[in-house]
């Protein structure tokens, strides 16, 4: 298994794929573990460290492109236009970088979103810090 370090860099796609051969692997052991065969119960763990790390790594991207899209700056420049986003971790900035591109390719925005601040629990305090305490800067391409 990759670190965490690695995951980061990966494509949505591979990380899917581990993914899945990890939920499958742990089925099988799970399999071998009623019917009394398993014989290497520290994988039990180790796979589920290994999904947790996964799911972790593509939640936290999901969660940069939402916050992102939610920025007052980047409403406007996505507004009636396709776009794609992805995001990637930047340690050089700790914090996601999201990029978004039209349907040809271009750059439409950009974002820099740390998900490691402090997010607000109540209505009230979301009401009056809302999600751009969370996005380090924005910027729109053009």
Known sequence: MANI????????????????????EMFNLRF???????EDYSRLKAVRREIAQL??????????IETAVASENLVSALAGKEWEAS??????DS????TFVDGSGNEVATALV??????????????????SQRIVAAEVAG
């Open 114 to 131: 740390n998900l490691n601040k402090k997010r607000p629990h109540s209505r009230r305090q979301s009401k009056k810090a809302g999600q």
């Open 32 to 38: 071998q573990l009623a019917s009394a065969r398993l």
């Open 87 to 92: 995001a990637r971790y930047s340690y050089e």
């Open 95 to 98: 914090g996601w970088q999201v």
């Open 55 to 64: 799911e972790t790594v593509l939640n936290m991207r999901q969660l940069a």
């Open 5 to 24: 370090v690695e995951l980061r860099e990966m494509s949505d796609a591979k990380l899917e794929e581990m993914l899945e051969n990890g939920r499958e």
